[in-house]
């Protein structure tokens, strides 16, 4: 997805945790995936969340994902397995 970006539309930080909104937005335009790409390219909108926690030295001590995988593989018209 030579396209792909994020918009970022919440961040809030709190005591050894931050946590990040977003919405990913591209286009299957090129040769991957699990189908070839269609013309023209169907676009992927699909929300995520990421969720890091910090020691007292502020390293990361964890990261979790959330994401939205049914909603973007549905866009795309990819198979879910």
């Given at each position: 997805?030579?396209?792909?970006?994020?918009?970022?539309?919440?961040?809030?930080?709190?005591?050894?945790?931050?946590?990040?909104?977003?919405?990913?937005?591209?286009?299957?335009?090129?040769?991957?995936?699990?189908?070839?790409?269609s013309?023209?390219?169907?676009?992927?909108?699909?929300?995520?969340?990421?969720?890091?926690?910090?020691?007292?030295?502020?390293?990361?001590t964890?990261?979790?994902?959330?994401?939205?995988?049914?909603?973007?593989?549905?866009?795309?018209?990819?198979?879910?397995?």
């Amino acid at each position: 997805m030579p396209d792909g970006r994020y918009e970022l539309y919440s961040a809030t930080h709190g005591q050894g945790v931050s946590v990040y909104c977003a919405k990913f937005i591209g286009s299957h335009s090129l040769p991957g995936g699990p189908v070839p790409p269609s013309d023209p390219p169907k676009q992927m909108v699909s929300d995520y969340v990421y969720i890091i926690w910090f020691d007292n030295d502020n390293k990361v001590t964890r990261m979790r994902k959330i994401w939205d995988k049914l909603t973007g593989f549905t866009n795309l018209g990819w198979p879910l397995n």
